[in-house]
């Protein structure tokens, strides 16, 4: 089989694109574990500390795997999930205005960290119904630059995608914001109506755990751009 035509193009698509996917892949699981590394090192920081106001309060990390690790602040568990795609911003995305993408197009696939947060108890209590929330979105490119979507301070003060290269001391930064946005919503209590019946099992639950299904309601939105991403 002679190699051109589509061949070819089908080589050149390989070459470019799935190795370019590849190193951000790669990168993305570096900056993962430096995430890690710093977690394991905040939780021991706040757990001392803690630990001299009031030792009732928990304060843990844990490893979940390749792709997943688990921060608890006192009531707040957040959930740190490395997506293993790779993503590019939609054609009309608003980002493909600044000449830093024009220039290489190559700049516009990312990877992506994401941090949900949950009520420590939904964990502690096995409650799989509760609900969890997004809390921030990380975008990193072959080249380390990254920006923050989440709440609007996050987005604030990681949005320079252009300038911004991704260091410990950035994930740092952002682990402190995430806990603190965390820690400064409460719990929403559920409409009343939605909780005045139980079922027979349901009764049966509760007596071994609490399951009324729980989650905090965080007042924000992410990214006006509907379409920030596609796979």
Same mark, same amino acid.
């Given at each position: 089989?002679? *190699?051109?035509? &589509?061949?070819?193009?089908? @080589?050149?698509?390989?070459?470019?694109?799935? &190795?370019?996917?590849?190193?951000?892949?790669?990168?993305?699981?570096?900056?993962?574990?430096?995430?890690?590394?710093?977690?394991?090192? &905040?939780?021991?920081?706040? =757990?001392?500390?803690?630990?001299?106001?009031?030792? $009732?309060?928990?304060?843990?990390?844990?490893?979940?795997?390749?792709?997943?690790?688990?921060?608890?602040?006192?009531?707040?568990?957040?959930?740190?999930?490395?997506?293993?795609?790779?993503? *590019?911003?939609?054609?009309?995305?608003?980002?493909?205005?600044?000449?830093?993408?024009?220039?290489?197009?190559? =700049?516009?696939?990312?990877?992506?960290?994401? /941090?949900?947060?949950?009520?420590?108890?939904?964990? $502690?209590?096995?409650?799989?119904?509760?609900?969890?929330?997004? /809390?921030?979105?990380?975008? @990193?490119?072959?080249?380390?630059?990254?920006? /923050?979507?989440?709440?609007?301070?996050?987005?604030?003060?990681?949005?320079?995608?252009?300038?911004?290269? @991704?260091?410990?001391?950035? @994930? =740092?930064? &952002?682990?402190?914001?995430?806990?603190?946005?965390?820690?400064?919503?409460?719990?929403?209590?559920?409409?009343?109506?939605?909780?005045?019946?139980?079922?027979? $099992?349901?009764?049966? /639950?509760?007596?071994?755990?609490?399951?009324?299904?729980?989650?905090?309601?965080?007042?924000?939105?992410?990214?006006?751009?509907?379409?920030?991403?596609?796979?």
């Amino acid at each position: 089989m002679e *190699k051109n035509g &589509i061949y070819s193009e089908v @080589l050149d698509l390989i070459k470019s694109k799935s &190795i370019l996917k590849r190193d951000i892949f790669e990168l993305t699981i570096k900056r993962f574990a430096d995430l890690k590394s710093e977690l394991a090192e &905040i939780a021991e920081e706040l =757990r001392k500390d803690i630990a001299e106001a009031d030792t $009732r309060l928990e304060v843990s990390y844990k490893d979940l795997g390749k792709f997943y690790c688990q921060l608890t602040i006192a009531g707040d568990t957040l959930l740190f999930h490395m997506h293993t795609n790779v993503f *590019k911003f939609a054609k009309d995305s608003y980002y493909w205005k600044s000449g830093y993408l024009q220039e290489d197009e190559r =700049r516009g696939y990312c990877g992506t960290i994401q /941090v949900y947060n949950f009520l420590a108890d939904s964990f $502690r209590f096995n409650r799989e119904g509760d609900i969890g929330y997004m /809390v921030a979105r990380l975008f @990193l490119n072959y080249e380390n630059h990254f920006f /923050v979507e989440g709440k609007s301070e996050l987005r604030y003060l990681f949005n320079d995608f252009v300038n911004s290269k @991704l260091s410990k001391k950035c @994930l =740092r930064k &952002i682990v402190y914001e995430v806990i603190k946005g965390s820690l400064e919503f409460d719990l929403y209590s559920p409409n009343y109506r939605d909780i005045d019946e139980i079922t027979v $099992r349901d009764a049966r /639950v509760l007596k071994d755990v609490v399951s009324l299904k729980t989650g905090k309601r965080l007042g924000f939105q992410f990214s006006s751009d509907p379409n920030v991403i596609q796979s």
